[in-house]
């Protein structure tokens, strides 16, 4: 009986790919919906968008990868990865999402892997660090499997856009995918994203305090997400590892909220851009249990008038195209 459910498993999940089997238009489904802290419900960040029949991942932080294939996506079907910025826990799933699309979906041409200038020492970093694997499943797959061409990952940097919105990428049946700096100092090369696709659209924040920037840019999207960090529930974190003695602990949770949106600035960004739907992802703190997600949550709907959904690992919002 076991052996026999274990077959049926498999053959749904091998013919299954949940993002794929969409109509067509811009679905974007959360593969990590948290920070660096350690959250049950969340990984690390991580954004997937269907757009029309292209797959694109936005950062690829803990887990993600992995959640792909959790959440019955083909990694194999990833065309590019785009980068926010190189703070760790956005960068730090990039070589295991490479391996993965690279061995699932027998590619001859590396990864891409787009973002700020700064993304040029993230990818020769990786590919030095997954030169030895590469090779000894290369070996162990045969050249004809496993093609060394489609190994590791390619860097396409872009200068930062300033105060514009720069074009990163377009293709030819219409998608768009453009780059907008946002406010994450002492971080100096980050940047949000936008993506136009058959007349819908959809922003992703990447870290940012509240950004004037991002609001122009995002004016009237469909979808929204956007960063938070709680400082209400950060500041009673801190002030119980200040109480245990943890002084370390303490100064980096008051910290890291100087250059994070709390979860009322980012629903004034939603409204002052007039998005339709906000999606609140990278949430910080953890969030464990139903009461603390009402915190989180207090005071956005008196702020924002659309709909609100807090993130968690596959949460999926749907843009299917009009008409």
Known sequence: MALGFLDRAVADAMSRDDLADLPDGLHVMLCGAGSPL????????????????????????????????????????VEAVFLTHAHSD????????????????????????????VVGDIVAGFNQAYAPDIGYRIDHQGADFARASGAGLEAFPFQLPGDDLRTVLETADGVRISAFAVSHEPVTEAVGYRIDYGGRSVAISGDTKKSANLIEHSRGVDLLLHEALDSRLTDRIAAAAEAAGNHRAARMMRDVASYHATPEEAAEAAAEAGAAHLLYYHIAPQLPAAPLEKIFLKGVGDIFDGEVTLGTDGTLISLPLAG
């Open 38 to 77: 350690p959250d049950i419900n969340r990984s690390g960040p991580c954004v997937a968008v269907q757009a029309g029949d292209h797959l694109y991942v936005f950062d690829a932080g803990t887990n993600g990868a992995r959640n792909l294939g959790r959440f019955f996506v083909d990694a194999g079907r």
């Open 90 to 117: 956005h960068i730090d799933g990039l070589g295991e999402l490479g391996m993965l699309r690279w061995l699932n979906g027998g590619s001859d041409r590396p990864l891409p892997v787009h973002g700020p200038p």
